[in-house]
């Protein structure tokens, strides 16, 4: 099996994030935090750049991972009560929005 399967390292990634926030769900910090307390996330943040997030899906044109209805809305990690998401703690995202960690919400 090739290490460089980009299913298996888009798997492996999205596991390792959906894994690290975790915590941070469990506790409550992400559903705690009110709507107007959060500040909207910054192009420009180290993390939305690694993770490739835009503010509009509709924008995506070139990027192998993005499914045409993948948006934060539809997203697991999208917290629809405070506009949060458990990857970006801290910060609300637009749910247009869309990044490469977006795994789909069951239901």
């Not at 992400?30 to 709507?35: E, F, K, L, P, S």
């Not at 070139?62 to 697991?76: E, I, Q, R, V, Y």
């Not at 999208?78 to 929005?97: I, M, N, Q, R, W």
Request: hydrophobic share 45%.
């Amino acid at each position: 099996m090739s290490i460089n399967n980009p299913s298996r390292r888009r798997f492996l990634g999205t596991t390792a994030l959906f894994a690290a926030s975790v915590p941070f769900v469990a506790k409550g910090l992400v559903g705690d935090a009110v709507a107007a307390d959060l500040k909207p996330l910054p192009l420009d943040n180290p993390q939305a750049k690694a993770l490739k997030y835009v503010e509009d899906f509709k924008t995506v044109t070139s990027d192998p991972l993005h499914k045409p209805d993948a948006h934060c809305a539809n997203c697991m990690l999208f917290v629809a009560a405070t506009g949060g998401c458990g990857l970006f703690v801290g910060y609300s995202v637009k749910p247009e929005g869309w990044c490469s960690a977006w795994a789909k919400k069951a239901g």
